[in-house]
């Protein structure tokens, strides 16, 4: 009889423990993310957004990172796996995968992080950050290249990114600079086409492009061998060997996406939270890459100083100083 009653304890306290971990496990956020693939500026994205919720919710919310390395049909697995798991929020790197995104799921909220305006017209389950304009990037090449007459352009076939082309010429157009555009069909292509340069360009450019990016160690050893810089538009580029870069925090971007998904959790619908748009500026420099490739840093930092952007030394390990 003894032997039943502990049989029939340790029973009921399996049952109590179950029960429990379940009830928990219901009070525990599910969210998804979406990275399009592996490069330094996406790492930091991720762990800003990652780490903000973490601080934010604690052990109340679990993110689930995905990576599609580059692969449209891994992306769209990803994001239909999510749907299937009924998570809370599905954030998205970048405008491609948002925009797959919302054609996947239409009751899941979406938050976009580092994506162009037009997203949030596409449906009403989207909200998220906005990438900077290409105007400031422009006008502060300009500035640190004197008497610029001729720029190279590598950029990919995204739809956003085309767009961004023809404001970006436009732009050259009014300033009568002259623009090469080289334009890669995928990541394996940049090593060859960086060899396409024209040798009297004044600097190699590429926009906040995630395929691109990715290539940003090669294209910084073509820059250094044309002795010629190497500007980008994010942090992670320059870390990478770019010589600077005018653009976002990808840590500070994802951070802000977090702040988003909390609202959702509380809550709100993602068309009462407004598209917050990235427009804190800070001005990257790799000294050692800048000297490599001709740029002269005292003109930078004034740059900097004269345009009242917050100047930021980084080293090809990442330190910033």
């Known amino acids: ?39 330094r500026a996406l790492r930091d994205m991720s762990q800003g957004f990652v780490e903000q919720l973490k601080t934010l919710e604690g052990d109340k919310v679990v993110v689930s990172v995905k990576n599609a390395q580059g692969d449209r049909a891994i992306m769209r697995s990803i994001i239909e796996q999510f749907k299937r798991q009924n998570v809370k929020a599905i954030a998205t790197i970048g405008t491609e995968a948002t925009l797959l995104a919302a054609s996947k799921v239409d009751e899941i909220p979406i938050v976009g992080l580092d994506v162009t305006s037009h997203v949030t017209q596409e449906q009403k389950n989207i909200t998220g950050i906005q990438e900077g304009s290409v105007i400031p990037s422009f006008e502060i090449i300009k500035d640190v290249i004197k008497d610029l007459k001729k720029l190279t352009v590598i950029y990919s076939n995204s739809e956003k990114i085309s767009q961004q082309i023809m404001d970006l010429k436009k732009l050259a157009d009014q300033e009568g600079v002259t ?30 492009d995630i395929a691109v990016a ?33 653009g976002n925090r990808e840590y500070d971007i ?15 619908a993602p068309h009462q939270i407004p598209l917050k748009p990235a427009d804190t ?41």
């Open 1 to 39: 009889m003894k032997k039943v009653f502990i049989v029939l304890g340790v029973v009921l306290l399996g049952a109590a423990l179950f029960y429990f971990n379940t009830q928990k496990s219901k009070n525990v956020a599910q969210v998804g993310l979406v990275i399009p693939l592996e490069n």
């Open 179 to 208: 623009l090469q555009t080289l334009m890669v069909q995928n990541i394996s292509e940049i090593y060859t086409i960086s060899k396409h340069v024209d040798p009297s360009s004044q600097a190699l450019f590429i926009l906040k």
């Open 214 to 246: 990715s290539g940003a160690t090669t294209l910084a050893k073509a820059a250094e061998d044309l002795k010629i810089p190497f500007i980008s538009c994010d942090e992670g580029s320059v870390i990478s060997g770019g010589a600077m870069a005018l």
């Open 254 to 268: 994802g951070k802000e996406g977090a702040d988003q998904v909390q609202e959702l959790l509380k809550g709100k």
């Open 281 to 321: 500026f800070v001005l990257f420099l790799n000294s050692t890459a800048a000297q490599k490739q001709g740029l002269d840093e005292d003109t930078v930092k004034s740059v900097a100083a004269l345009k009242g952007y917050q100047l930021v030394m980084v080293t090809q390990d990442g330190a910033k100083k």
